[in-house]
């Protein structure tokens, strides 16, 4: 039981020390970098967390941790990109322009 909890400590001491998150890439279908788009990351226990914009390149970060549902990415010129889980949400994202 002692070698299960020091496993389980360490795997959580290494996922705080690694800042383990997982970041995403969101871009035009030209190629171009989409800043201010809108994430909105949901998981199983139906907590919208976090909810944020894409910065000037086009890249958002998130905690990386099981029980992804739901991404949404939205832009108000283009159409609004769904990830259904579970499952690791796609890094390279590619929004259609409306």
Request: charged share 25%.
């Amino acid at each position: 039981m002692k070698t299960r909890i020091k496993a389980l400590g360490s795997a959580i001491f290494c996922m705080m020390i690694c800042g383990c998150a997982h970041d995403i890439r969101v871009r035009d279908e030209a190629g171009k970098p989409v800043a201010h788009a809108s994430v909105a990351v949901v998981r199983y226990s139906l907590a919208a967390d976090p909810v944020g914009e894409t910065d000037a390149k086009g890249k958002f970060s998130f905690p990386s941790t099981p029980g992804l549902e739901l991404l949404d990415v939205s832009h108000r010129d283009f159409e609004t990109f769904h990830f259904t889980g579970p499952g690791d949400a796609p890094k390279n994202i590619v929004l259609k322009r409306k």
